[in-house]
């Protein structure tokens, strides 16, 4: 017998009939003698539905009454999971985030847990009941309703599997595992039977939204064995996160290939040349809490110099406006941007060992005509910033190159 937490997600409960089959699915685990704790999301598509009412009230909803607001979806869940597992003679009981507790600090929209208290769960199950908590969702310190961020259920399931030492956390979702890269863009993908964290990591930083990042920091936090599985398919393994250190030099230099449009690029032009200016630059940005990605400084002439960076597309804008009221001070000779750009990265382990995957990246790129504005990378991830409208191209032509099908 084992404590096992499952998660799913939208599609898999984005309907009356696809609840009533997790219903069954949960059930079924019971059956094989396992102790179940199951995380729900919102129905397909109601977070999205609730975010545009929201949006219809205020152009930038109050964050507070936006968590409100959102954290409804997955009360509806809850509770109809609960009904329907009684329904076929499961014993069960739905709490919401607050009920549990699932702590969390003061950032509304982006909360992030700090504890969880297990008691209720383990007491519940100890009389025999399926338990089922409200995913992407948790309680300030002041009492307040918050949410994680989007995608923030597979981050509450994983949390609570930690905090309950549960033998494994299962992500049901609508694919059947983490793939080469995302199948709806790529229909050669290829499931992978296991992952290594660190790849997980730089796949789901860098924009693919199987997991939510949050989800597989805490997988590697605590140890959490981690997997991957379709909620619309029976049977199969899916794939399994791992964390065992394997020296495999055979393996293939890229395991994966992710894509993110959430990018914005900005360039400072003209800047004097000396010592504090990129904090001038930077600092401000990070003030305002804007994260910055990628970076590129030219070599200066003639004691000027270029800047560039990215933002997330969604704080472009507010970017902009920030460094147009510092161009004075800073001595910039021009501000200019472009939020129509994405960013596509290649991903393995296997980087490690092999050379040339940068050059092999930048060749398949130029064979199709398509420009690269920027680069970065780390020892197992290759980044490119390119126009936005050659992501599934460029995403295609990698996933070719690199033999992923
Ligand atoms: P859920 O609602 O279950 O949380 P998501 O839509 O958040 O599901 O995540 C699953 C989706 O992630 C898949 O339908 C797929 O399109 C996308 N995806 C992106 N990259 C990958 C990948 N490398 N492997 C599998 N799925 C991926
Ligand atoms: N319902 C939330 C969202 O759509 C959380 C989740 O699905 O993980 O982002
Ligand atoms: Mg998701």
Redesign the pocket.
């Known amino acids: 017998m084992a404590l096992i937490v499952q998660k799913y997600?939208?599609t898999s409960v984005g309907s009356a009939e696809r609840i009533k089959n997790v219903a069954k699915r949960v059930a079924q685990a019971r059956a094989e003698g396992h102790d179940v704790v199951v995380v729900v999301?919102?129905m397909s598509g109601e977070?999205n539905r609730l975010v545009a009412l929201a949006h219809e009230m205020q152009d930038i909803p109050d964050p507070r009454e936006l968590d409100v607001v959102l954290a409804t979806?997955?009360q509806v869940t809850i509770g109809l999971l609960a009904m329907a597992l009684k329904n076929i003679g499961v014993p069960a009981k739905s709490y919401t985030g607050w009920q549990v507790a699932v702590q969390t600090d003061n950032a509304h929209t982006k909360a992030r847990i700090e504890n969880i208290d297990g008691g209720k769960i383990k007491s519940d199950l100890g009389e025999g009941r399926v338990v089922i908590v409200a995913?992407?969702q948790g309680v300030t310190p002041d009492g307040e309703i918050s949410t994680l961020g989007?995608?923030?259920?597979?981050t509450s399931a994983v949390a609570l599997a930690a905090a309950l030492g549960a033998d494994e956390c299962q992500i049901y979702t609508d694919v059947d595992g983490v793939y080469t890269t995302d199948p709806r863009v790529v229909p050669e993908a290829r499931r992978l039977d296991t992952i290594t964290f660190e790849e997980m990591l730089e796949l789901a930083s860098l924009g693919s939204k199987v997991l939510q990042i949050r989800s597989v920091e805490f997988a590697g936090k605590y140890k959490v064995r981690l997997r991957v599985l379709s909620s619309l398919q029976e049977g199969g393994n899916g794939t399994l996160i791992t964390f065992e250190e394997d020296d495999n030099m055979e393996r293939a230099a890229v395991t994966g290939i992710a894509f993110d449009k959430n990018q914005a690029r900005i360039n400072v032009q003209g800047v004097p040349d000396k010592p504090g200016v990129a904090y001038q630059i930077l600092g401000a940005v990070a003030d305002a809490n804007i994260e910055v990605d990628m970076i590129v400084q030219n070599v200066g002439t003639e004691g000027t110099t270029d800047f560039s960076f990215t933002v997330p597309r969604v704080e472009y804008r507010q970017a902009m406006e920030l460094l147009a009221k510092l161009q004075d001070s800073i001595g910039a000779t021009s501000i200019s941007g472009d939020d129509t750009v994405c960013k596509v990265s290649a991903v393995g382990m296997g980087m490690r060992s092999h050379v040339g995957v940068a050059s092999k990246i930048f060749r398949t790129l130029a064979e199709e005509g398509i420009n690269i504005e920027m680069i970065s990378t780390s020892e197992i991830k290759v980044s490119v910033l390119i126009d936005e409208k050659y992501m599934e191209l460029a995403t295609r032509v990698l996933h070719k190159a690199f033999d992923l099908g």
């Open positions: 997600g939208g999301s919102a977070t979806g997955e995913g992407f989007r995608g923030g259920s597979d």
